[in-house]
């Protein structure tokens, strides 16, 4: 059973920076687009950013410019730089991956930007 594992989260003050990984649990898979997405209490969850295996990427508006997302094929590991936080981006983040035309969640790791 594949499963991925985000770690990373944590409490940071306004204008901080904190970075975000995902792993897959096990070994010798080869993931295909992979992505982080966000939830916020009460909103729907919402895509972050997503990168190609190729490394072609995409951001929500509300990211570009202060958040980047990068990958190691050779660990099937993605991650997410994230620079100058803002109060609203405090959510659970959840990484998401393809692989062999099925998309898998982790279980979210919580991001909380206050002072």
């Known amino acids: 059973q594949v499963q991925l594992v985000e770690s990373g989260g944590g409490l940071v003050q306004p204008g901080g920076s904190l970075t975000l990984s995902c792993v897959p649990s096990?070994?010798?898979?080869?993931?295909?687009?992979m992505g982080w997405y966000r939830q916020a209490p009460e909103k729907r969850r919402e895509l972050v950013a997503t990168?190609?295996?190729?490394?072609?990427?995409n951001y929500a508006d509300s990211v570009k410019g202060r958040f980047t997302i990068s990958r190691d094929n050779t660990k099937n590991t993605v991650y997410l730089q994230m620079n100058s936080l803002k109060p609203e981006d405090t959510a659970v983040y959840y990484c998401?991956?393809?692989?062999?035309?099925?998309?898998?969640w982790g279980q979210g790791t919580q991001v909380t930007v206050s002072s």
């Open positions: 990168i190609t295996r190729g490394g072609n990427t």
């Open positions: 096990g070994s010798g898979f080869s993931f295909g687009a």
């Open positions: 998401n991956g393809f692989l062999s035309a099925r998309s898998y």
